[in-house]
């Protein structure tokens, strides 16, 4: 990279709204609010929480009269790890910090206490998730500043991503396998379809995925 | 009347999340540079699918209908509609005329706005269809994608972010492991103990036990023992080693409202 053009991607990150420090508590919070009303949608409606069963099942638990401890505890130590990690790294992990912190978490933690409005009313909901992404977004920017920002140390951000890229290419196998184990034909579907998209040089999870549908749908497995 | 109101708050909910679900992914690929936000997985199974608009598709398709099994079910969406359905749609919607990653994918303007449509039609998609989905393609998404992404999640993950700690130098190394191990232990999971170790490790490489690596440490340390005690795991290791847990630490858990059986 020549000087001017690396002078170019320094502005680019530091000026541009969607690139910038300053902007990121906005995205946080905008996507926190979303988060957290879904949780509302869940309360009200029994539909629309944004994690897994496993982890939406401690949340009902709490609403069963179970005691919202284990969900309060589970949420937030998540929301802790992720912080600190997702500042550092560059990548704050939205399945921890927003979805299981900010939507299981915090909810319980507030319907542990008694507090029932901001789940009760969507628009309490959206401005408490706002609210709480906003305080999120600035704790990780500050954090940035602290720790990357003071020393010339990127804290091995760049072995993080190249692991991160590395276990990407696990998956068309993986799949391949899972659908070997699931069923002879859906097995044969997947490893056809792998085939055919390694052959028109495309990503081989697409085909694995595609061959077992289509099999699937011929050749249907049970649930159980 | 319900149905109305649930359409019309999906439709905010989902435009909401999908912006910043995109904005976020996007970002992650000017990462550490510019501060990101969504997974070190998607942002590996973005990279997975190459930028190619059907392996994108059919990626996020999967996980949709594993979505869609589970929001009928039990009400919950899986984490997989902000981790995988959005970006990789996002993505395949902005590159189906075959334009590069760098002028689509890696944009967080062009991806906030197509996350956003994306997520208004997938939310209000999940939340107003009651009826169920066909069970053989409901059954191929949970007998094959989920034990798949459940493999990479645990042990594959871990293992390459350990390999890649072993390989980053001895401090890393080090640290990755005593810390991935006790990830594993107390968290259920390597990969956060294992990035905190390189964190470390490279951090005191590459500026010495400074004032900023001695925080870091100490904090890691802090957030080992609170998530442990937070999920007794303290209580579980003294009984594990046929030891009687002492009644003011039971005491000290009720106090906290999470009681230890």
């Keep these: 990279m020549t000087n001017q053009q690396e002078t170019t991607t320094e502005t680019l990150y530091n000026k541009n709204f969607w690139y910038a420090d300053w902007s990121f508590p906005i995205f946080v919070a905008l996507l926190s609010a979303g988060i957290f009303a879904g949780t509302h949608m869940y309360y009200q409606y029994h539909i629309g929480a944004f994690n897994d069963v496993a982890i939406v099942a401690m949340l009902e638990a709490g609403l069963q009269g179970a005691g919202y401890g284990a969900a309060a505890a589970f949420g937030a130590s998540f929301l802790f790890a992720r912080i600190l990690e997702g ?35 969507f628009v309490l909901s959206l401005v408490t998730g706002g609210v709480l992404g ?7 920017i500050g954090i940035r500043k602290f720790t990357v920002g003071q020393s010339n140390s990127t804290f091995g951000a760049d072995i993080m991503m190249g692991a991160g890229n590395a276990s990407g290419r696990f998956l068309g196998p993986l799949i391949v396998i899972s659908a070997a184990s699931a069923s002879i034909p859906i097995g044969i579907g997947s490893i056809i379809g792998a085939a055919i998209f390694y052959a028109w040089k495309k990503p081989v999870a697409g085909g694995a995925i595609l061959g077992a549908m289509l099999f699937g749908a011929f050749f249907p497995i049970s649930l159980d | 009347m319900e149905l109305v109101e ?11 999340v999908g912006f910043g679900v995109g904005a ?23 990279n997975a699918c190459a930028g190619d608009a059907a392996s994108h598709f059919s990626f996020g398709l999967g996980f949709f209908f594993n979505a869609w099994a589970s929001s009928v079910g039990a009400g919950a969406f899986t984490q997989d509609v902000d981790h995988r359905i959005i970006p990789n749609w996002a993505a395949a919607v902005l590159m189906r005329k075959g334009k590069r990653p760098e002028d689509t994918l890696h944009n967080p303007k062009k991806m906030a706005i197509a996350g956003a ?25 949970i007998k094959v994608l989920v034990p798949a992404a459940n493999l990479l999640i645990n042990p594959v993950m871990p293992v390459i972010f350990w390999l890649a700690a072993l390989d980053a130098g001895k401090r890393s190394g080090l640290w990755g492991t005593i810390f991935g191990g006790a990830a594993h232990l107390i968290m259920g999971n390597a990969v956060p103990g294992i990035v905190l170790g390189i964190l470390i490790g490279k951090g005191v490489d590459d500026s010495g036990w400074s004032k900023v690596t001695k925080t870091l440490l100490t904090s890691v340390i802090l957030l080992f023992v609170l998530s442990a005690f937070f999920r007794g795991f303290d209580i579980q290791i003294i009984r594990s080693f046929n030891l009687e847990a002492p009644n003011w630490l039971i005491d000290l858990h009720k106090l906290i409202g999470f009681e230890v059986k």
């Design chain 1, 87 to 121: 500042s550092l790294v560059g990548i704050l992990d939205i399945g921890g910090s927003l979805q299981t912190g900010i939507g299981i978490g915090v909810p319980a933690l507030l319907l542990g206490a008694g507090i029932t409005a901001p789940l009760e009313s």
């Design chain 2, 24 to 46: 976020g992914a996007a970002r992650m690929f000017h990462a550490p540079k510019v501060q990101g936000m969504g997974a070190f997985r998607t942002l590996g199974e973005l």
């Design chain 2, 6 to 16: 649930i359409i019309i708050k999906s439709i905010i909910i989902g435009a909401l």
């Design chain 1, 134 to 140: 906003i305080v999120i977004g600035y704790v990780i």
């Design chain 2, 117 to 141: 449509v994306i997520g208004v039609l997938v939310v209000t998609f999940l939340n107003s269809t009651a009826s169920a989905i066909p069970e053989s393609l409901q059954a191929i998404a």
